[in-house]
């Protein structure tokens, strides 16, 4: 099972970047993906996440910038992120989880929220994205 992530680098503040997350060696067709970033001294923060059912989340701070797809077919996730802002400056890793439990996970993740189902998720090395004013 592997994540490989690609796509960071440096912008402008009001530029874009592409993060792609390519997924592979996985046994189970139904998923759950998302894109998460972490700074240093901060906890890891949910960007956006997709469903099995393909229904998107995104974090408030993102929303109207960001856009994530996937394209099931390759098992590739993507984050278009517009506008960047200085804040947006972060390491960004990509989760998922290939499963057939969907239906032993929808409650939990009613309960605690739809990044939930990352505590059980594989993930990618990362990618630094650096934006700058």
């Known amino acids: 099972e592997q994540l490989l992530e690609s796509g960071g680098g440096s912008a402008l503040a009001g530029g874009s970047l592409t993060l792609s997350c390519a997924a592979s060696?996985?046994?189970?067709?139904?998923?759950?993906m998302g894109w998460f970033r972490q700074t240093p001294g901060k906890g890891r923060e949910g960007v956006a996440t997709?469903?099995?059912?393909?229904?998107?989340t995104y974090a408030d701070n993102v929303k109207g910038r960001f856009t994530a797809s996937r394209d099931n077919p390759k098992n590739t996730l993507y984050l278009q992120m517009n506008n960047l802002k200085p804040e947006d400056t972060a390491m960004y890793y990509c989760?998922?989880?290939?499963?057939?439990?969907?239906?032993?996970?929808?409650?939990?993740?009613?309960?605690?929220?739809?990044?939930?189902?990352?505590?059980?998720?594989?993930w990618g090395q990362g990618t630094q994205v650096t934006v700058s004013s």
């Open positions: 997709i469903d099995p059912d393909d229904i998107m």
């Open positions: 060696g996985f046994k189970h067709k139904s998923s759950y």
């Open positions: 989760a998922a989880l290939f499963t057939d439990q969907v239906d032993t996970l929808r409650p939990l993740i009613s309960v605690r929220g739809p990044w939930a189902w990352s505590d059980f998720g594989s």
